[in-house]
Structure formats: C-alpha cells, structure tokens
C-alpha cells in the first residue's frame, strides 16, 4: 500500500515525543514482507531516492524524519509476525517490526518460560532496537543489543541483495561478525527485515524502592551494591529524581502518591532465599548512603505498577509540563564511578538555566536521561545549549553522547569529538562500501564533513 496522504506523511515524518521539527517524507511505502522491501529498495536505486524505515516511532534522535527531500518511508510496522519459537533451543525467529513487549507477552500466553530481556521505550520494534542499539532497565543484568541477544538477521542491502548474517548456532567465530554490522548503523546500510533473538529463562522477581535525600547519595550506593557478592542477583536499577516522581505522582497514573524525593528502583532476581539475602545486604548499603527509605512491593499487582510508571516516564514528564509543552529528551552515559558528579552537575546546570526536568537513568551502568520541558522558541534554545553542555561534560569523563538512543540527527555533531576524526572514517568508508548511492538514511548517523572541520579548528 503507498499512501501521498499530507497527514501521514507529516505523522510519519515527525513525533510527539521528540524536540526534532516535522521533516515530512514525499510518499509512504507499507511493506509485509521482505519480498515487499526488495521491490521497494530496487525502485529506489534504480531512481536514486533515499529510504528511511519505519516501524514502532519510539525513537527519540530524528531517526526516521525525511531530511532529504523526495524520500520514500518505508513502513514495516505492519511486519509485525513471529516466525517460529524454538523453545529447547531459547531462540526465536520474528519481523523486524514485531513489539518487544509482544514477543514477550506471545511467550507467556504460550506457557514458555522464557523472555526477551531488552526492554526499552514501549513500543519499540525489534528492527529499532537493532537499528539503534538499544538497551533498557534489563542492561544491569543482560546487556544491550550489542551483546549476542540477536544470533542474526535477515538484511535487505542498498543493492537489493539479501543476506542473512548468521546461522542459528549460540557462537560462532566464523570471520566478521556481520549481525553486528547492523547493530547501531540506524538503517543507513540495509533494512532488517527478520531476526532471530536469544531468549533467557524466566526469573522470579521483586520490585523494592529506597528514597535518599539527593541525588549523589543515590548513585554512590549503586555500584557498591553491584560489586557486592550479590550483584548478579541485581536485575535492574533504576533513579528517578525528585522531580521525576513528582511527575509521575501529577500523572496520575498511579494508585497511590509516591513520596517526592531521589528514589531508587531495583528488580532482584532469584531464589526466595537468594533474594531475600541479596535484599538485606542492599537494605544495609543504601542506609550507609543516607537512605531512610527501604521497601518492597507488597504485591505482584503493585510491583507491575510501580515498574510500568519508570517506563511511561516520558508520558509523565509531557503531561506534567502542561499544554503545548514539549519535552527534548536526551541520554549521556559515563564510566559508574563518574555517574554522581555528572547526575549532580548536570542537575545544578538546568535549575540555574530555571529550566524545567526530569531526570531518569539506568544508573546500574553509568547511563542516565535528562527529560527538559520547553514550550517557547527562546526555552527551545536554553534547553539546547544545556544539552551541549551536558553532552561535553560526559564525553570528557570518558562517557559517550548516546548511552541509548542513538545518533540520528540530533547527536552526530559529537562523534568526532567522541570517537576520532580516523574512527568516523572508517564509519564512512563502511558506509560507503555497502551504499555507494547513499540512498539509506542519508543525513543520519555520519557527521556532517562541516562538523568535522568545526571540531578540527578548536
């Protein structure tokens, strides 16, 4: 289906979600199939058009936005179908615009006592979470996508040719790891189509919430808790500041108001027994580091809650800045040890810029999300020189621009700053290897030569 519709090419060329101005495409392409996506791949070389896939809109860097005019959006959000499950093997074959969260709920309806551990924003698409990169809440204890969560994938390439990456096996040392060619390219060198995803049993959980009377004494606790000897009974921990609870409690998504202070989230996996020695041993750290604050879910009903209400942070933030407000949201990780000076600096450089945040971060590895509320042209621009600032302050204690999200648009001014003039070559010259025409997401990921002789010249 091909739709020239101006409501949907400016839907599917802009996000509620992002700071990114509307960047509409000139047509889009609704494909089923990777029969669908060849077609669609051979037009657009044979006439040189640019193809941006689409599939769950949840990212946040611009990366589906129709820079380049006359460009063709590729939907595969209708390729949304799991292909086999192999549960004695843990894998499962699906589309690259299958839900995250699908998979795991199809999982559970079957009975499988399995799940797909990386969890970012809901929505997501597997074909986003590789494009991307991503991670999630889950990154403590399993990693990112650049881990060996996805055994292969089924790519589309600019010349129209198909390739699969991998065979099904666990490892393989079979020359170049090609599946993760694609892991972090942004769809600027193919279009997966289908993946097949390594599964991890399912772990007994519990939800617990410690709250601390700012924000460096939160972080400090985290990686003493996780260089313990029950850190790898530590799933996920989560900060949520002040304002960011404060959010949530103003959403009002949530059955009962959270107290309005830092407060950590942590998921402990495990045994009863292991769990209920790996709690203590935590209850005992976050009070050495100030926190008076220690409880469980008492239910499972209330521990979903409290989980799902992290997740919809950016949901809470929009709804907290009130009409017409818009949120640019943004992600820097660093080195653990360096989170509670970057936490700390970061959130005494938006209050005297008198801007308006949140903030949220997977501190258990050094990434954390600043959510800054903007409604005016002249907000736009404070939030965006916090941002830079923010930026260099983490790529200065060894961190990265994006722990996360990605580069698209809004964050490839600072790979050379970050990687190296030579390493944004070598980037380039892949680049130009498999897509000689330029035609797959031009404008994303690579910096523009501009920015390079911007960074040379300081």
């Known amino acids: 289906m091909?739709?020239?519709?101006?409501?949907?090419?400016?839907?599917?060329?802009?996000?509620?979600?992002?700071?990114?101005?509307?960047s509409p495409h000139s047509v889009v392409v609704h494909a089923t199939s990777t029969e669908d996506v060849v077609k669609i791949v051979n037009v657009a070389r044979k006439y040189r058009i640019p193809?941006?896939?689409?599939?769950?809109?949840?990212?946040?860097?611009?990366?589906?936005?129709?820079?380049?005019?006359g460009s063709i959006c590729l939907d595969l959000s209708g390729m949304d179908k799991i292909i086999d499950i192999n549960e004695a093997d843990g894998d499962l074959t699906c589309q690259s615009g299958a839900r995250w969260e699908d998979i795991n709920q199809a999982l559970k309806d079957q009975g499988i006592?399995?799940?797909?551990?990386?969890?970012?924003?809901?929505?997501?698409?597997?074909?986003?979470?590789?494009?991307?990169?991503?991670?999630?809440?889950?990154?403590?204890?399993?990693?990112?996508?650049?881990?060996?969560?996805?055994?292969?994938?089924t790519v589309v390439l600019p010349n129209g040719r198909v390739i699969k990456t991998r065979r099904r096996a666990r490892k393989s040392s079979a020359g170049i790891d090609t599946t993760k060619l694609f892991i972090g390219a942004e769809g600027t060198l193919g279009i997966v189509t289908e993946a097949t995803l390594r599964l991890a049993p399912v772990v007994p959980t519990k939800v617990a919430m410690a709250q601390f009377p700012d924000v460096g004494h939160a972080v400090s606790a985290v990686q003493e808790i996780l260089n313990t000897p029950h850190g790898p009974h530590i799933q996920c921990v989560e900060l949520l500041d002040d304002h960011m609870m404060a959010a949530i409690n103003a959403a009002g998504l949530v059955s009962k108001a959270y107290p309005v202070r830092d407060t950590l989230f942590f998921k402990l996996q495990g045994t009863p027994a292991a769990m209920k020695e790996a709690a203590g041993a935590v209850q005992k750290i976050v009070k050495a580091h100030g926190s008076d604050r220690f409880e469980f879910a008492q239910t499972d009903q209330e521990a979903a809650e409290l989980w799902e209400n992290r997740k919809y942070a950016l949901t809470s933030t929009i709804t907290s800045g009130g009409e017409d407000a818009k949120v640019w949201t943004t992600d820097v990780c660093v080195p653990v040890s360096k989170l509670p000076q970057l936490v700390y600096e970061t959130k005494k450089d938006l209050a005297e810029a008198?801007?308006?945040?949140?903030?949220?971060?997977?501190v258990g590895d050094g990434n954390f999300h600043a959510l800054i509320i903007f409604k005016t042209d002249e907000e736009l621009?404070?939030?965006?020189?916090?941002v830079h600032r923010l930026v260099h302050r983490a790529i200065a204690m060894d961190g990265t621009c994006t722990g996360e999200h990605g580069v698209g648009v809004g964050k490839k001014e600072y790979l050379v700053e970050e990687l190296g003039v030579e390493t944004v070559e070598l980037m380039r010259t892949v680049k130009r290897a498999v897509d000689p025409l330029n035609i797959m997401n031009p404008t994303k990921l690579y910096p523009d030569p501009k920015d390079e002789d911007d960074k040379n010249s300081h």
């Open 51 to 69: 193809v941006v896939a689409y599939s769950g809109a949840t990212s946040l860097e611009g990366h589906f936005s129709g820079e380049v005019p």
């Open 113 to 153: 006592p399995l799940f797909f551990p990386l969890d970012p924003g809901p929505g997501a698409t597997i074909g986003g979470m590789i494009g991307t990169g991503c991670s999630g809440t889950n990154a403590v204890r399993y990693g990112t996508a650049r881990a060996e969560w996805f055994l292969n994938v």
């Open 354 to 362: 008198n801007l308006r945040s949140t903030i949220v971060g997977h």
């Open 381 to 386: 621009q404070r939030v965006s020189d916090a």
């Open 2 to 22: 091909v739709s020239t519709d101006p409501d949907a090419l400016k839907t599917y060329g802009s996000s509620p979600n992002s700071y990114h101005p509307e």
